[in-house]
């Protein structure tokens, strides 16, 4: 089967690492540190369930994609052929700072 399920070396970081260093680099208490991510997802959440696109230049773009409609197999029985319908779905574009910034490392 190969090397498909091998778990990556890259260290993920979960949102209460998140907080806890933006409340670092800002100085701030963590509930305000937490406060202000939330706040940031709530509006781009809010933003995009309207059909809007955030854009933070430098940072990234986000916006909404349709997806159309498309025929699948139904994974608990793989004989079994459904329709999967369309949907919204949310997409990020990488920003031309954010791309030179992973670059560079």
Not at 66 to 81: I, L, M, S
Request: hydrophobic share 35%; aromatic share 4%.
């Amino acid at each position: 089967m190969g090397n498909y399920f091998k778990k990556s070396s890259t260290k993920e970081m979960n949102k209460n690492e998140l907080i806890e260093s933006l409340a670092g680099k800002l100085a701030l208490p963590r509930s305000e540190a937490e406060r202000m991510l939330n706040t940031l997802v709530d509006v781009i959440s809010e933003t995009l369930k309207k059909g809007d696109e955030v854009n933070i230049t430098g940072f990234g773009q986000f916006s909404v994609s349709n997806r159309a409609a498309r025929a699948g197999v139904n994974p608990q029985n793989p004989t079994e052929r459904i329709q999967i319908a369309a949907t919204k779905v949310p997409k990020f574009r990488a920003g031309k700072s954010l791309k030179e910034a992973v670059k560079s490392e």
